[in-house]
């Protein structure tokens, strides 16, 4: 919903298209989906429209993707949506919004990646030209992504016992290990790199076993690459980890790979529960999150700590 109670429609949408910009309004609307903070609708064959609706800080993401993507996609080997206009708040609509291109696919939490060497290949591809190092004024993450794992060292806790809790979690000392390993392992000490700091499987899109495209780039920021790495966990089908680091480059050493695991364990437990509130039909459950993250969580835990 809007700030102002109306409902997101494709009518809605016209509207304020023939407002702010006339030359798109007669291409045909459909709704795409809906994430956390923002809605998505296409717009004709290669377009698409993004508008906040369910978080107060969505309007900033918007506003940082419009800011930073253009000077970034040119790099990257995968599609992403590069905005294309920005919409301004108005008395229809009083937040801002954007048009980027559509990028096509298939979301991975529904349609998992299953060629293990072409999706780690493609995955470290993309991370590789991503992370390069990111100027003083980059954003910080939100939720302190990107920052050092024991910043978010007494959010795990309480985040461990819920999932336990819920029967999430089998082996919850299994999950403590690797986490205590990951705590351990030496910050980060390189400069502060430009993640994208929110890769789960909704974010990564997949055609024929592979992945071709990359979204949601809100929560881009800089720091430590171990943020992002922890993808290959979430992301790739058993037995892919090790080709995914033998692609990245530059080589991650063995402390980022240990913090990457950490990372990996967090957002794992975090799409668990995700997944659990929408099996439940909780506001703000997302049923297809449960499966991918219960299989990251056995990979983490089965593998031996590096």
């Known amino acids: ?15 304020l298209l023939r407002e702010q910009h006339p030359d798109l309004a007669d291409l045909p609307v459909t709704f795409g ?33 419009h800011a930073l993507l253009p000077a970034v996609a040119p790099r990257l080997p995968l599609p992403i949506p590069v905005p294309q206009r920005l919409g301004r708040p108005s008395e229809r609509f009083p937040r801002s919004w954007i048009v980027t291109t559509w990028v096509p696919g298939e979301p991975a939490d529904r349609a998992p990646a299953t060629r293990g060497a072409e999706a780690a290949d493609t995955l470290a591809a993309f991370l590789s030209a991503l992370h390069q190092p990111a100027p003083d004024d980059a954003p910080t993450g939100r939720h302190r992504r990107g920052s050092p794992l024991a910043d978010i060292s007494e959010d795990f806790g309480p ?47 997949t055609r024929d076993g592979n992945f071709c495209g990359v979204v949601d780039f809100g929560d881009m920021c ?40 950490g990372w990996a364990l967090v957002k794992a437990l975090v799409c668990a529960l995700v997944g659990d509130a929408g099996v439940h039909g909780h506001p703000g459950g ?9 299989e990251s969580l056995r990979r983490l835990t089965a593998s031996s700590v590096r």
């Not at 919903?1 to 509207?15: K, Q, R, S």
């Open 1 to 15: 919903m809007t700030d102002d109670g109306d409902e997101i429609t494709a009518d809605l949408i016209a509207e």
């Open 33 to 65: 989906a809906r994430g956390w903070d923002n809605q998505l609708w296409r717009l004709g064959d290669d377009l698409a429209v993004r508008l906040p609706w369910a978080t107060e800080g969505a309007d900033e993401l918007l506003r940082k993707e």
């Open 159 to 205: 985040l461990l016992a819920e999932t336990t809790d819920r029967g999430l979690v089998p082996h919850p000392d299994a999950v403590r290990e690797v986490w205590d390993d990951a705590l351990a392992a030496p910050a980060w000490t390189g400069p502060a790199l430009w993640l994208h700091g929110d890769l789960h499987p909704a974010n990564l899109l």
């Open 222 to 261: 800089a720091g430590d690459p171990a943020c992002d790495l922890a993808a290959c966990w979430l992301l790739l089908p058993d037995g892919a980890v090790d080709r995914f680091h033998q692609s990245y480059s530059p080589a991650a050493d063995a402390a980022t790979r240990r913090r990457a695991r």
């Open 286 to 294: 997302k049923a297809t999150w449960g499966p991918p993250a219960a």
